[in-house]
T-cell receptor
Framework: DQQVKQNSPSLSVQEGRISILNCDYT??????FLWYKKYPAEGPTFLIS?????DKNEDGRFTVFLNKSAKHLSLHIVPSQPGDSAVYFC???????????FGSGTQLTVLP | NAGVMQNPRHLVRRRGQEARLRCSPM?????VYWYRQLPEEGLKFMVY????????ESGMPKERFSAEFPKEGPSILRIQQVVRGDSAAYFC?????????????????FGPGTRLTVL
């Protein structure tokens, strides 16, 4: 049972435009959500996070939105840059447990 | 400020051999987590350790796999009698002792991974 789902395996966006990556979850006990970025042959790098008490968190070009009623979160990158091309993983956790549950990832390609 | 270190980066084993993967957490971090990534999949939690203690091993296969984080030295993930299905990337992550500060709980920092290939 996949508790965190990223239904789009890939996404292509033109440089300068907005990239929107989506993530759905099924476990209502999750109360903290994170986005990681991963380049080939490297470990995931933390990007941005959001607590379930918020519906938006912004850090520079990256904004994460959380819709608890829909159990959905999204990552917005604007403007997109070629260096943003990577696999993006959505992850979730419960405050009572430290393990992260990951989605299967979305390959973002930003075209120059 | 060195990040999480893992070695070896690549490991090739024949079926039936043992694999030992090492992880040194970031300085000041006392929590270590191991994750496995199979091809075309996301990372799957395996085990969470603190110094000399296994806190949560709910993601570990029941047989052949073990993990430790001794008082001194790196954390070790050990796979005995490897099989082809063990071929994967194994990632270690660490977090600070009190990662509830500033609401940044569960922020884990990942190492570069060990790619295990079983022939």
């Amino acid at each position: 049972d996949q508790q965190v789902k990223q239904n789009s395996p890939s996404l292509s966006v033109q440089e300068g435009r907005i990239s929107i990556l989506n993530c759905d979850y099924t476990n209502s006990m999750f109360d903290y959500f994170l986005w990681y970025k991963k380049y080939p042959a490297e470990g995931p790098t933390f990007l941005i996070s959001i607590s379930s008490i918020k519906d938006k968190n912004e850090d520079g070009r990256f904004t994460v939105f959380l819709n608890k009623s829909a159990k959905h979160l999204s990552l917005h990158i604007v403007p997109s840059q070629p260096g943003d091309s990577a696999v993006y993983f959505c992850a979730a956790s419960q405050s009572s447990a430290r393990q992260l549950t990951f989605g299967s990832g979305t390959q973002l390609t930003v075209l120059p | 400020n060195a990040g999480v270190m893992q070695n070896p980066r690549h490991l090739v084993r024949r079926r039936g051999q043992e694999a030992r993967l090492r992880c040194s957490p970031m300085k000041g971090h006392s929590h270590v987590y191991w994750y496995r990534q199979l091809p075309e999949e996301g990372l799957k939690f395996m085990v969470y350790l603190q110094k000399e203690n296994i806190i949560d091993e709910s993601g570990m296969p029941k047989e052949r796999f073990s993990a430790e984080f001794p008082k001194e030295g790196p954390s070790i993930l050990r796979i005995q009698q490897v099989v082809r299905g063990d071929s994967a990337a194994y990632f270690c992550a660490s977090s600070p002792r009190n990662d509830l500060q500033a609401g940044k709980y569960n922020e884990q920092f990942f190492g570069p991974g060990t790619r295990l290939t079983v022939l």
